[in-house]
């Protein structure tokens, strides 16, 4: 395995075109991926480490956007009294985001590359319409979310891509993220989902979207659901919409049964707290 | 050839692409840093990274270049114990041992972000360990008692 270290975007695309048609793996944090070669996956060829390109971390506010460099470590979007009041669901994410250990070293560049359908920034960044700024020799592209992620560990990546950065654009829209896992930190989520709304008046919400994970392949969006619920179906009568839009499966931590019913009442939950 | 310093000692050497932190720290003989799992799941491996509470078994050494690299040994002198591993002791927060010491750097990485922290933040800076004799209470209680007693001075 050989080791890189580009200090540079353009140093990377030098990189890129060396090394051409060969087995890469981009580092970023690594906490994902070290524990899969210690799983006895082989090491790559060429393993570029990211960490030292330092114009791709940390977060800036730019007339109407918020850009998190996809170095941002889970720890520092966790502290952010921006990300904290504007995207509430992303904190709360992030600070229910494995343990402080991992926290100071994954990245949210990696969380998203990971492609987890259980990823824990995902929902948040979903029902905020993140967009993923992508670039390579090629140069820079953008993508929602929704359409970068495309199944369990996909990406619409190009060989020779990274991503880059996270691209927020500024909200009235209020959040919240809700997390079931099997103990309080460093668990997987057998659940997860975000609620973006916006308040009409003070007892009064209107629902922008609402976004699960653990649930399908991918993070997905309850629309039918959403729209019922918008529409004024009470909320007892339109949470079973939100199987239009989930496919669970049986895993280590959960039934596909259990991971229905307890998607249902915690939405209901979370809703109704919402609405008193 | 990649470079850190160690328990501020400078250390240089070349390593093996795939080789750890937590590899390299076992073979010299640094036991405080436990195995748990290679996953960092258990939290047992941690050292401080530029004061910052991490996995050593998730840190590639070579991803180390520059850095300062932290473990329990650096916390004595001979006999002398640091006042945080006094009040460990004084408010019995350790019973086998194991996870003492990740404990111990887990809370000084918090106590050097913030001197003066609350309950609800002590126990979300040891959420990355696990201890499965002792529980978190004790040692709750002996961070806090080592953070009040440096604010009284």
């Known amino acids: ?276 | 050839m990649i470079g850190f310093y160690l328990n501020g000692k400078p250390v240089f050497g070349e390593f093996n692409p795939g080789t750890t932190l937590f590899d390299y720290l076992r073979d010299q003989e640094i036991f405080s840093v436990k195995f748990g799992s290679e996953k960092g799941e258990t939290g047992a491996d941690s050292v401080l990274l530029d004061g910052k509470v991490m996995n050593s078994s998730l840190l590639l050494m070579h991803t180390i270049d520059g850095k300062v690299i932290e473990t329990i040994e650096s916390f004595s002198q001979g006999v002398d114990v640091h006042p945080l591993q006094e009040a460990f002791i004084e408010e019995g927060a350790v019973q086998c041992g194991y996870c003492t010491p990740s404990m111990i750097l887990a809370a000084e990485s918090l106590l050097r972000e913030n001197p003066t922290p609350n309950d609800d933040y002590v126990r979300e800076s040891l959420s990355g360990v696990y201890c499965r004799c002792t529980g978190f209470v004790k040692p709750i209680q002996a961070i806090m008692k080592y953070a009040t007693s440096r604010e009284d001075r």
């Open chain 1, 1 to 276: 395995m050989k080791y890189y270290t580009p200090s540079s975007l353009s140093e990377l695309n030098d990189l890129f075109l060396q090394t051409n048609n060969s087995k890469i793996t981009i580092l970023s944090g690594g906490t994902d991926i070290l524990p899969r070669w210690e799983e006895g996956i082989t090491l790559p060829k060429h393993l570029i480490d990211l960490k030292k390109i330092n114009s791709i971390s940390g977060i800036v506010e730019h007339d109407n956007k918020i850009i998190i460099g996809a170095l941002t470590t889970v720890q520092d979007i966790y502290k952010s009294e921006l990300i904290k009041t504007k995207y509430t669901a992303l904190h709360q994410a992030a600070s229910q985001f494995a343990g402080v250990q991992i926290r100071h070293r994954a990245t949210i560049g990696g969380n998203i590359c990971n492609a987890s359908p259980a990823g824990d920034l995902l929902p948040g960044l979903y029902v905020h319409n993140a967009m993923i700024e992508l670039t390579g020799p090629n140069g820079t592209r953008k993508l929602p979310i929704n359409k970068c992620i495309t199944g369990v560990g996909k990406t619409t990546l190009n060989n020779n891509e990274i991503v880059s950065a996270v691209i927020l654009e500024k909200t009235e829209e209020l959040s919240v993220f809700y997390k079931l896992g099997l103990r309080q930190s460093m668990a997987i989520s057998v659940v997860n989902f975000a609620i973006a709304y916006r308040q009409t008046s003070p007892n009064l919400f209107d629902l922008q979207s609402i976004a699960a994970g653990a649930v399908a392949p991918t993070v997905v969006y309850l629309k039918e659901f959403t729209k019922a619920v918008n529409e004024g179906l009470p909320l007892e009568k339109a949470i079973s919409l939100i199987e239009h839009d989930i496919s669970p499966i049986d895993d280590i931590r959960a039934s596909a049964d259990y991971r229905k019913t307890v998607l249902k009442n915690l939405l209901t939950h979370k809703l109704k707290e919402l609405y008193v």
